[in-house]
Nanobody, 122 residues
Framework: QVQLVESGGGVVQAGGSLRLSCSAS????????MGWFRQAPGKEREFVAA????????FYKDPVKGRFTISRHRTENTVYLQMNSLKPEDSAVYYC???????????????WGQGTQVTVSS
């Protein structure tokens, strides 16, 4: 069992930046790929970014490429999502998740955090 806890969400003006963190505990020493997803009210949870277990590759949803950066520090069992040039349409609850292999679909992820709210004002 892996427990994931997100933090760093908040309210920011359009064009601003936020850095989300996801701390893992439990069996966090495993070789898990990590991903970030987001869900806005009335919408499906969607993929944002992912990173391999050893951080040798990253993947992004097209609308966030060039603005968001995913990274991880294995020694701290923590994954980050640096979000720059934020837009109102980025507003959502952001979730981190762990998978046995890197993927861009929800079903591939075994463990999920409870989410952190990101609100971008116009």
């Amino acid at each position: 069992q892996v427990q994931l806890v997100e933090s760093g969400g908040g309210v920011v003006q359009a064009g601003g930046s936020l850095r989300l963190s996801c701390s893992a505990s439990g069996h966090a020493g495993g070789r898990y790929a990590m991903g970030w997803f987001r869900q806005a009210p009335g919408k499906e949870r969607e993929f944002v970014a992912a990173i391999t277990w050893n951080a040798d590759n990253t993947f992004y949803k097209d609308p966030v490429k060039g603005r968001f950066t995913i990274s991880r520090h294995r020694t701290e069992n923590t994954v980050y999502l640096q979000m720059n040039s934020l837009k109102p349409e980025d507003s959502a609850v952001y979730y981190c998740a762990a998978a046995y292999n890197v993927a861009v679909v929800r079903g591939a992820y075994r463990y999920w955090g409870q989410g952190t709210q990101v609100t971008v004002s116009s």
